[in-house]
């Protein structure tokens, strides 16, 4: 099964500061996602992450709050900007794997004050 | 449209025998998903349906009827660890997730 790595693993930050959050597969994946999960809450997709160009985005986020990176196969940046209180969540990394399954990051739990 | 239910909260007596449904309605079909969350932490793979019938895996099971739109997860002999919420998941590429079920393991 496919290994996935975030940092950081959580972080406090302050409104209308930015937070990239890296994210590192140890095998190939076919596609790579960027999920939210607020507190209580469902994961909800961001966007898939497209390598050498522009994420596709879900319903109500865009890229100027959320812009995503994906440079190789292996490696997707996530990064939220200009912070609110409302951006207090935790976001998950996946990859999905030849088989279809799913496999997640730890999670990146942000705090912004 | 995409929707898919299950049961918010659910609570059950450790060595007990539990069922979450789950039944969905998605634009494409490519399978089920069952994750497990603790709370905290990241889900965790349970198992996969993309054939009707039932799928064991040690003290779980999956269940899958395409034509009723339905699966669900049965956990057998339930300990106090299986306390976690319960994610049911179509994969409508990418993972379209419920809202998930809270699963209480009582002594």
């Known amino acids: 099964s496919a290994v996935i790595s975030q940092k950081p693993s959580r972080d406090i930050c302050q409104r209308g500061t930015s937070l990239t959050i890296q994210c590192q597969v140890d095998s190939q994946v076919t596609m790579m996602f960027w999920y939210r999960q607020q507190p209580g809450q469902s994961l909800t997709l961001i966007a898939t992450a497209n390598q050498g160009s522009e994420a596709t985005y879900e319903s109500g986020f865009v890229i100027d709050k959320f812009p995503i990176s994906r440079p190789n196969l292996t490696f997707s940046t996530l990064t939220v900007s200009n912070m609110s209180p409302e951006d207090s969540s935790i976001y998950l990394c996946?990859?999905?794997?030849?088989?279809?399954?799913?496999?997640f990051g730890e999670g990146s739990r942000l705090t912004v004050l | 449209g995409q929707n898919i239910d299950q049961p918010t909260e659910m609570t059950a007596t450790e060595g007990a025998i539990v069922q979450i449904n789950c039944t969905y309605q998605t634009s494409g079909f490519n399978g089920l998903f069952w994750y497990q969350q603790h709370a905290g932490e990241a889900p965790t793979f349970l198992s996969y349906n993309v054939l009707d019938g039932l799928e064991e895996k040690g003290r779980f099971s999956s269940f899958l009827s395409r034509s009723k739109g339905y699966s669900y997860l049965l956990l057998k002999e339930l300990q106090m660890k299986d306390s976690a919420s319960y994610l049911c998941?179509?994969?409508?590429?990418?993972?379209?997730f419920g809202k998930g079920t809270r699963l209480s393991v009582i002594a």
């Open positions: 998941a179509v994969a409508d590429t990418p993972l379209v």
């Open positions: 996946s990859g999905t794997a030849n088989t279809g399954e799913l496999f």
